[in-house]
T-cell receptor, first 113, second 116 residues
Framework: DGGITQSPKYLFRKEGQNVTLSCEQN?????MYWYRQDPGQGLRLIYY???????QKGDIAEGYSVSREKKESFPLTVTSAQKNPTAFYLC????????????FGPGTRLTVL | AQSVTQPDIHITVSEGASLELRCNYS??????LFWYVQSPGQGLQLLLK??????LVQGIKGFEAEFKRSQSSFNLRKPSVHWSDAAEYFC??????????????FGTGTLLAVQP
């Protein structure tokens, strides 16, 4: 079955550590997205990528980094520069240059201890 | 600037009752509108979408939404709610971003509780 997988489902990190969240899709979608979700704030865009080897900052990119070396993969690194990283992180993908909907993964909950 | 407002943070309905979740948007051009549903700790699932044409859109799980341009609204409705509909619902508008790129702007969500 086609879809988006995110791993791990739960992630704990000590302050000052970088951590990488995985996102893989087998939908053959060109565009991929990372969102952060906090209670009462909806979803906010962190980074997005329209094609391989290209990505752009979203609305809240500070303290995050991404790479897009393969069409299927769009990992997100939460760096120590992110002041408040505890949140639920959602990855999504969509056919490029389309107004069709974004398909979402199941999410990763990151907790900083 | 584009925005989406969901004025109801939390709604409780009885099972079998009708439901309407409100969504208002701000967007200069013809909007592309979406409703997503999220169960606790899960990703988002698309319920329905509006691009053009008939302003009453049918979706999955018995949901429908009506686009009203004059009111800048895209309210979600269901005639009879089931206990399994308890979840958080997000309205979103598709917008141009950084030139040619499309992105979704989400509302803050409405949490639906269903009473037996």
């Amino acid at each position: 079955d086609g879809g988006i997988t995110q791993s791990p489902k739960y992630l704990f990190r000590k302050e000052g550590q970088n951590v990488t969240l995985s996102c893989e899709q087998n939908l053959n979608h060109d565009a991929m997205y990372w969102y952060r979700q906090d209670p009462g704030q909806g979803l906010r865009l962190i980074y997005y990528s329209q094609i391989v080897n290209d990505f752009q900052k979203g609305d809240i990119a500070e303290g995050y980094s991404v790479s897009r070396e393969k069409k299927e993969s769009f990992p997100l690194t939460v760096t120590s520069a992110q002041k408040n990283p505890t949140a639920f992180y959602l990855c999504a993908s969509r056919v490029r240059s389309s107004w069709d909907e974004q398909f979402f993964g199941p999410g990763t909950r990151l907790t900083v201890l | 600037a584009q925005s989406v407002t969901q004025p109801d943070i939390h709604i409780t309905v009885s099972e079998g009752a009708s439901l309407e979740l409100r969504c208002n948007y701000s967007y200069g051009a013809t909007p592309y509108l979406f409703w997503y549903v999220q169960s606790p700790g899960q990703g988002l699932q698309l319920l329905l979408k509006y691009f053009s044409g008939d302003t009453l859109v049918q979706g999955i799980k018995g949901f429908e939404a009506e686009f009203k341009r004059s009111q800048s609204s895209f309210n979600l409705r269901k005639p009879s709610v089931h206990w399994s509909d308890a979840a958080e619902y997000f309205c979103a508008v598709g917008a141009r971003y950084g030139g040619a790129t499309n992105k979704l702007i989400f509302g803050t969500g409405t949490l639906l509780a269903v009473q037996p």
